[in-house]
């Protein structure tokens, strides 16, 4: 199989749609092991590539009550303890989790990631996220959110500096050597010496070099410095595309980046989020989806619209059409100008635009039968849209168990999706390589 489609599922127990529990028909408690655990062994069940563990800091601001507890708010588990657990209760999934470099140093982000990959036997992934919730600063001693250059300029530099502390360990560095006392080599491990504009860093990790030597490093950001960071270092852009033009054309500016930064295109990866509602019949679906959207609050999810978009919509009426072209945010950029061109391409309302990002966070949405969501993302894959997905269930556990039981079996009788998985690591499983990216700083760093 020369190109193959690679699947991994947005990992909730609650449901990517905002009014999913409660509608489900079963308990959902997004802290309970037992179902995280539940969630992740259907996934790994089916074969999927990895599970994906999103995360925010603090919570979007609501323009109007920002000093309110939201109505809505879900409480959520710190990724590496969730997939430090996950790791010693699966054995054949990718374990992605969104980790920030505008709020955390690279040092413990490193540190952290290499011991997930050692627990994992290589199964360890980190979506490198910049952060967008203005109240995340809140988390981190009330700063105000950097803007967004200054966030990527030190996503940049800490992701140069994770890769100098994983680099800095040769492979054979730990050699337990009883006579000599010695369980390293220090001849076979460099000392970091990194004093940059973000961070300063002279040390040397703690943990010797992992399976893959470094995390599959996902980048999600489709912004100009966004995408910029991708070519230099990303494995897997994850992005959120709802439109197939548009996602072709992303797709080719992403691949000419990688080759101008001097990558193989192949080995990165474009993947697009895709919220799934699969039932039997196409109409079942789309009753499953109206009573979903009949469970979404319109007042609250107007409040999160705006505080996504950046621009304060409440002065519109509901049934207004919006086409005035929104402030550029310097929160989430990328997916404020997507729903905005949403709305004027779909000539959605405010109130219909809210429901939407309620029900997809801004990804694609997919409704119908088995049948069309295999040719949905069939279509996507053909067209060179997508190298793959990362498919999150409207509603769980059902969606999952629809999706992997009916769903995945098509794309494997399609051709598209190996029988086996190409190797153990999560960057055999991907086919995305040896590491790369970071390489010429690396060097830099430690002369
Ligand atoms: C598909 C996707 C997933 C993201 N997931 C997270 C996340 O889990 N946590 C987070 O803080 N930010 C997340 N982000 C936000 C990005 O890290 C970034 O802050 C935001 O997209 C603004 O950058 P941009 O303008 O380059 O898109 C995500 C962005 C995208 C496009």
Not at 394 to 419: H, I, Q, Y
Request: proline share 6%; net charge neutral.
């Amino acid at each position: 199989m020369e190109r193959w489609m690679r699947l991994g599922t947005y990992h909730t127990v609650t449901g990517q749609h905002a009014g999913a529990w409660r509608v489900s028909t079963q308990a959902t408690d997004s802290e309970s092991l037992a179902q995280h655990v539940a969630a992740a062994r259907a996934a790994q069940d089916a074969g999927l590539d990895f599970l994906l563990v999103t995360d925010v800091l603090g919570e979007q601001a609501d323009p109007q009550r920002p000093h309110e507890v939201r109505a809505d708010l879900v409480p959520r588990l710190e990724p590496t303890a969730l997939l430090a657990a996950l790791a010693a209760t699966t054995r054949d999934i990718g374990l992605v989790g969104s980790f920030s470099t505008t709020f955390e140093d690279p040092y413990h982000l490193a540190r952290r990631l290499a011991s997930l990959d050692h627990l994992s036997e290589g199964r360890a992934g980190w979506n490198v996220v910049t952060s967008f919730q203005a109240l995340a600063s809140a988390a981190a001693g009330g700063e105000p959110l950097p803007p967004h250059a200054d966030r990527y300029a030190r996503a940049r530099e800490a992701l140069e500096v994770a890769c100098a502390l994983w680099d800095a360990w040769e492979r054979d560095a730990v050699v337990r050597d009883r006579r000599a006392g010695r369980y390293v080599d220090p001849a076979r491990v460099r000392r970091v010496e990194h004093a940059g504009p973000s961070f300063d860093v002279r040390t040397v990790l703690p943990s010797s070099r992992s399976p893959q030597g470094r995390p599959v490093l996902f980048q999600a950001g489709a912004s100009e410095a966004g995408r910029a960071l991708a070519a230099d270092h990303a494995d897997v852009v994850f992005t959120s595309q709802d439109h197939l033009p548009d996602a072709r054309k992303f797709y080719r500016e992403v691949k000419h980046r990688v080759a101008d930064a001097g990558r193989d295109p192949d080995g990165v990866l474009v993947m697009p989020g895709v919220v799934a509602i699969v039932a039997s019949t196409r109409a079942q679906a789309r009753e499953v989806r109206a009573r979903l959207d009949e469970a979404i609050d319109d007042e609250r999810a107007r409040r999160r619209l705006s505080a996504l978009l950046g621009w304060d919509t409440s002065a519109l009426p509901a049934d207004a059409l919006l086409d005035a072209a929104p402030a550029q945010t310097e929160g989430h950029r990328s997916r404020a100008r997507q729903l905005h061109e949403r709305a004027v391409r779909e000539r959605l309302t405010v109130r219909e635009l809210a429901r939407v990002a309620e029900a997809t966070r801004g990804h694609l949405l997919v409704v119908g039968s088995p049948q069309d969501v295999a040719d949905e993302l069939l279509a996507w894959f053909e067209a060179d849209a997508a190298d793959g997905f990362v498919v999150g269930p409207a509603v769980m556990p059902a969606g999952l168990r629809r999706f992997t039981r009916d769903v995945v079996p098509l794309l494997r009788a399609a051709g598209v999706r190996p029988d086996r998985p190409h190797g153990g690591t999560l960057r055999d499983r991907l086919g995305v390589g040896a590491p790369t990216g970071a390489a010429r700083e690396t060097t830099a760093l430690n002369r």
